[in-house]
C-alpha cells in the first residue's frame, strides 16, 4: 500500500488574518474557513489549489509547536511540514517504524479537516517534517 498523492503542504504564519487575504485575495485560492485544534494549539486555515490543500497555521499559545517555529525562523512564518495522503495511517507507522523511521506520534491522533494524523521525525526525513493523514 502506497502513499497517495500529496494531501496538503503546511505553512507556519504569524497571522491568519494577516495571511488569509494573500492567499484568497491576490494568489485567488478557494478558501475553506478556519478551524482551532486545540490539541496543537493552532488555528488552520484551508486552501484548495487542485488536489492539493495549503494549511495555514496560526499559534494559539506561547507553547504551540508552531510558536517555536516561528520563532526560530526570526518571527516570520514559513513552509512548515508536508503531509501526505493514505487510507491507513496506523499501517504506515507500522511499516516505517519497521524500516528504521523515528516518530513523533506512535499511533495517529487527530487533526484538523476532519482527519487522522502522525508526524514522522525530521531527523529520519532529511529534516522535513512530514506528516501522514487520512480522512476520518
Ligand atoms: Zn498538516
Known sequence: ??????DHIGIAVPSLAEAIPFY???????????????????????????????????????????????????????????????????AKLEEYTAKGVALIDKAPRPGANNKLIAFLHPKSTGSVLTELCQPK
Open 1 to 6: 500500500m502506497s502513499l497517495k498523492r500529496i
Open 24 to 90: 484568497r485575495d491576490v494568489l485567488g485560492m478557494e478558501y475553506h474557513g478556519e478551524e482551532v485544534v486545540a490539541d496543537q494549539k493552532v488555528k488552520t486555515a484551508f486552501f484548495e489549489i487542485g488536489e492539493v490543500h495549503i494549511e495555514l497555521l496560526e499559534p494559539t499559545s506561547p507553547e504551540s509547536p508552531i510558536a517555536k517555529f516561528i520563532e526560530k525562523n526570526g518571527g516570520r512564518g514559513g513552509i512548515h511540514h508536508i503531509a501526505y495522503a493514505t487510507d491507513d495511517v496506523a
